[in-house]
């Protein structure tokens, strides 16, 4: 089972006049993993979808949504999957990668069968996120030992954070898409600090290894007009490209980044000087 939602893109000047529940109703994404579902947000952000699958009694297919008006989900699009639960298996037209935990796997535009499956004695947990496609290009499995290791920040500033480049053109040919997981090294607590904005692409943020009765404080908006959504483990949020993305935990935990929009340059940001934020 295959459920949308369709999220529409916000003028800045409006958002800084919505309440919590308003900013919470249109940027934070609650609720991503339901029992023998694929549950899925789009985005009109560079068109950006986010979503979960999670297999428990039964296999689960990637079936086309009403948004996408295609006969399958990766007509025009591209896919990138990463596992953030127990071993598990994403078959692509019939051939199966099996994704253990924190790997990713790139699916390419034109695949027609994406089936989530369990292996035996394992939850696998699939983070997804996907973006238009003009090109072909094959499925490639990520692991772990293939990701682009950033070492970041200073215990100093509770910052210290390992950087994994997973889907990325240094890694992986794509058109647009490109993810990655960051995790903070414990006592460190503030990610993507000092921020950045980059109005060329947007970004999608899924907190994750969060421990449980602790909570993220995800900073969003212009860097002169901040404001937060206090967020769960297992919840993602839509970042506009107009906004910084940043965020505190009251405990350590894992955070995954997905993008998609103008250029492939991960570099291509605009840095704000912690102490002119407002």
């Given at each position: 089972?295959?459920?949308?939602?369709?999220?529409?893109?916000?003028?800045?000047?409006?958002?800084?006049r919505?309440?919590?529940?308003?900013?919470?109703?249109?940027?934070?994404?609650?609720?991503?993993?339901?029992?023998?579902?694929?549950?899925?947000?789009?985005?009109?952000?560079?068109?950006?979808?986010?979503?979960?699958?999670?297999?428990?009694?039964?296999?689960?297919?990637?079936?086309t949504?009403?948004?996408?008006?295609?006969?399958?989900?990766?007509?025009?699009?591209?896919?990138?999957?990463?596992?953030?639960?127990?071993?598990?298996?994403?078959?692509?037209?019939?051939?199966?990668?099996?994704?253990?935990?924190?790997?990713?796997?790139?699916?390419?535009?034109?695949?027609?069968?994406?089936?989530?499956?369990?292996?035996?004695?394992?939850?696998?947990?699939?983070y997804?996120?996907?973006?238009?496609?003009?090109?072909?290009?094959?499925?490639?499995?990520?692991?772990?030992?293939?990701?682009e290791?950033?070492?970041?920040?200073?215990?100093?500033?509770?910052?210290?954070?390992?950087?994994?480049?997973?889907?990325?053109?240094?890694?992986?040919?794509?058109?647009?898409?490109?993810?990655?997981?960051?995790?903070?090294?414990?006592?460190?607590?503030?990610?993507?600090?000092p921020?950045?904005?980059?109005?060329?692409?947007?970004?999608?943020?899924?907190?994750?290894?969060?421990?449980?009765?602790?909570?993220?404080?995800?900073?969003?908006?212009?860097?002169?007009?901040?404001?937060?959504?206090?967020?769960?483990?297992?919840?993602?949020?839509?970042?506009?490209?107009?906004?910084?993305?940043?965020?505190?935990?009251?405990?350590?935990?894992?955070?995954?980044?997905?993008?998609?929009?103008?250029?492939?340059?991960?570099?291509?940001?605009?840095?704000?000087?912690?102490?002119?934020?407002?």
């Amino acid at each position: 089972m295959t459920n949308s939602e369709l999220r529409y893109a916000h003028h800045p000047n409006d958002v800084k006049r919505y309440t919590t529940q308003e900013l919470r109703e249109h940027f934070l994404i609650p609720e991503l993993f339901k029992n023998d579902e694929i549950n899925l947000t789009y985005s009109m952000y560079d068109r950006f979808i986010v979503g979960g699958a999670f297999p428990v009694d039964k296999d689960l297919q990637l079936e086309t949504i009403d948004d996408l008006k295609a006969e399958n989900f990766l007509d025009r699009r591209e896919l990138g999957v990463i596992n953030v639960g127990g071993a598990g298996v994403v078959e692509v037209d019939g051939q199966d990668y099996e994704l253990n935990h924190k790997e990713a796997l790139y699916v390419g535009k034109g695949t027609k069968n994406v089936i989530f499956k369990r292996k035996a004695g394992e939850q696998p947990i699939f983070y997804l996120n996907s973006a238009p496609a003009h090109k072909e290009f094959p499925t490639k499995k990520v692991g772990k030992e293939d990701a682009e290791v950033v070492h970041l920040g200073d215990e100093k500033y509770a910052n210290k954070r390992i950087l994994n480049k997973l889907i990325v053109n240094s890694i992986v040919e794509t058109c647009q898409l490109q993810m990655g997981m960051t995790e903070l090294v414990a006592g460190n607590v503030w990610n993507t600090m000092p921020p950045h904005t980059h109005a060329r692409r947007m970004e999608a943020y899924f907190y994750f290894d969060l421990e449980e009765g602790q909570t993220i404080s995800h900073f969003m908006g212009q860097p002169d007009e901040t404001r937060h959504i206090f967020m769960k483990n297992h919840q993602a949020v839509l970042s506009p490209e107009w906004s910084i993305h940043a965020g505190a935990g009251t405990s350590n935990y894992t955070f995954i980044w997905g993008m998609a929009g103008e250029n492939l340059d991960y570099g291509d940001m605009d840095k704000v000087d912690p102490d002119n934020l407002k």
